[in-house]
């Protein structure tokens, strides 16, 4: 790490030194890396610091090295810095505290909080019922919070399948009727009376479990946008569970994901016409983030049989319209 970059780090810490700790994941496509720091001199044991480096030879896991590709992801950090400096939560949907964040030509520093040291150092790749409802709470409690909240200086529509920025995902696909249908799924969802922002990666691999596993805090906002906020709950569900599990269990979790976001809502908006639009509109995003696979990676396991019967009820349901 280069001295500015320590110094921006001792300075927002008030820290007297740093020791550059473990890397805790290499970023997508190889765009830098996320390190733990451990300070001295200071309130803070550590922090983790998002270290964007954007690559001279680009290496993406499905093959789309294209400059679009790159243009989306630059665009994904920026949007995330701007998060982080101008968006508050609260304890009901838990996020890191940005500490820092500045760009140093074509690398980008986040400071953040370690969550680990804020009661948050579980990391889950298999969760039960009680855990997927503590990542549901978080989801609904984070779309009360930003209902009818303009997405300033985020993406106009988050996630990062949506289809305005996925063109080459598109032409790629060998599902006619889906392509064909596409649009008009996209503006569906894009035209609900009803929108928030959404948190835009909202898998399990994103939230930090306390150790007992029921609250949890979120991290990388890199697709943090406005939008139904149907999308983040089947991209949740769609993360940890598999079909047969997404056949008996989603019914459930979609309640119990309602009756939080009843409670966060309060007396913002009509409940029951949120609640309608948005359960009306499960297929659709489900359907939506299909479609993404089938261009990017067609043979992905999350392409099964839940998902084909979900594109069949909406596909059905445009032909009738």
Not at 184 to 197: A, H, V, Y
Not at 285 to 298: E, N, V, Y
Request: with cysteine; net charge neutral.
């Amino acid at each position: 790490m280069k001295r500015e970059h320590e110094e921006l780090i001792l300075k927002a810490c008030g820290a007297k030194s740093l020791q550059i700790g473990a890397k805790i994941q290499t970023l997508w496509s190889g765009y830098g890396e996320i390190v733990r720091v451990h300070l001295e001199g200071c309130d803070r044991p550590s922090v983790v610091v998002k270290h964007v480096m954007f690559p001279q030879n680009l290496k993406h896991p499905g093959g789309c090295n294209t400059d679009l590709s790159h243009q989306r992801k630059v665009r994904s950090y920026q949007v995330e810095s701007h998060w982080y400096q101008n968006y508050t939560t609260n304890e009901r949907c838990r996020v890191p505290i940005c500490l820092a964040t500045q760009s140093f030509g074509d690398e980008q520093l986040i400071v953040l909080e370690d969550l680990n040291v804020a009661g948050f150092p579980k990391r889950k790749t298999n969760i039960n019922e009680a855990e997927m409802k503590a990542c549901l709470s978080w989801i609904a409690n984070f779309h009360g919070l930003f209902l009818d909240v303009a997405p300033e200086g985020l993406w106009p529509v988050g996630t990062y399948w949506h289809l305005a920025t996925r063109p080459e995902e598109l032409e790629a696909m060998s599902d006619q009727k889906l392509k064909a249908a596409a649009s008009e799924i996209d503006s569906i969802l894009n035209n609900c009376t009803f929108k928030t922002i959404l948190h835009g990666d909202a898998k399990l691999a994103n939230f930090c479990f306390s150790k007992d596993g029921l609250q949890v805090a979120a991290v990388d906002f890199q697709y943090v946008g406005g939008g139904c906020g149907m999308k983040d709950v089947i991209y949740f569900l769609d993360s940890c569970m598999d079909e047969r599990e997404c056949e008996k269990k989603a019914p459930d979790l979609l309640d119990h994901y309602f009756s939080e976001l009843r409670i966060s809502v309060g007396t913002k908006a009509s409940f029951s016409e949120l609640e309608k639009e948005w359960r009306s509109m499960f297929a659709f995003a489900w359907t939506d983030f299909h479609r993404f696979l089938l261009g990017w990676m067609p043979g992905h396991h999350k392409v099964n049989r839940y998902s084909k019967r979900l594109v069949q009820e909406v596909l059905n349901k445009l032909k009738q319209s």
